[in-house]
């Protein structure tokens, strides 16, 4: 009865490889968003969708691309991967848009590129 | 630049003391401020909400205040258990920065037997 879920949990990737995310949210939430959190524990928003439609890009390689088929699943999908890019990304959810509404956080998938 | 700013060092107290945790914010002024619980491989979990108009909120053996001319909001909790230790972060809207949500670095705390 997870109530957000992402897979896989650790990724250990190469240079240069595409991989992707999948986060899926069973609350019945609107709202899905994508964080990273670098080694240094800073999370920062990369992209948010209401009800499939993207409402925040951050300033994000275009490398990155999220997918939403549905209000219940946030993909996100990696080009190229970097150095950089190694890090903790998480998925999380909200009932609706606004900044007020609880944010419910997935358990998180430890990136490492070599 | 507006910030969001939490002491980085790691706080250790004894157990059944009061931990003290500071948010502070700069250069704008917050709405409302939320407070985050993160154990280490997890994912942040939602603890409080405290608007600018209120000037305490409690949930438990939780405390968060807001104080709008230190600029500041400090998260207490009371009678501490081993079981709190956690890495704990405030997060915030920042002036023009729509519905997203960014928060402080954290404040790791260790409550020791």
């Known amino acids: 009865d997870t109530a957000v879920s992402q897979t896989p949990k650790y990724l250990v990737t190469q240079m240069g490889n595409d991989k992707s995310i999948k986060c899926e949210q069973n609350l019945g939430h609107d709202t899905m968003y994508w964080y990273k959190q670098d080694s240094k524990k800073f999370l920062k928003i990369m992209f948010s969708?209401?009800?499939?439609?993207?409402?925040i890009n951050e300033t994000v390689p275009n490398r990155f691309s999220p997918k939403s088929p549905d209000k219940a699943h946030l993909n996100l999908h990696i080009n190229s991967l970097e150095l950089g890019d190694s890090a903790v990304y998480f998925c999380?959810?909200?009932?609706?848009?606004?900044?007020?509404?609880?944010?419910?956080f997935g358990p998180g998938t430890r990136l490492t590129v070599l | 630049s507006q910030k969001i700013e939490q002491n980085s060092e790691a706080l250790n107290i004894q157990e059944g003391k009061t931990a003290t945790l500071t948010c502070n914010y700069t250069?704008?002024?917050?709405?409302?401020l939320q407070w985050y619980r993160q154990d280490p491989g997890r994912g942040p979990v939602f603890l409080l909400l405290?608007?600018?108009?209120?000037k305490e909120k409690r949930k438990e053996r939780l405390k968060v205040t807001f104080d709008t001319t230190l600029k500041q909001s400090l998260f207490h909790i009371t009678a501490s258990q081993p079981a709190d230790s956690a890495t704990y972060l405030c997060?915030?809207?920042?002036?023009?920065?729509?519905?997203?949500?960014?928060f402080g670095t954290g404040t790791q705390l260790k409550v020791e037997l």
């Open positions: 250069n704008y002024s917050p709405a409302y």
């Open positions: 405290i608007r600018e108009n209120e």
């Open positions: 969708y209401n009800n499939k439609e993207l409402i």
């Open positions: 997060a915030g809207i920042l002036t023009g920065g729509g519905n997203k949500l960014t």
């Open positions: 999380a959810s909200s009932q609706g848009a606004e900044s007020t509404d609880t944010q419910y």
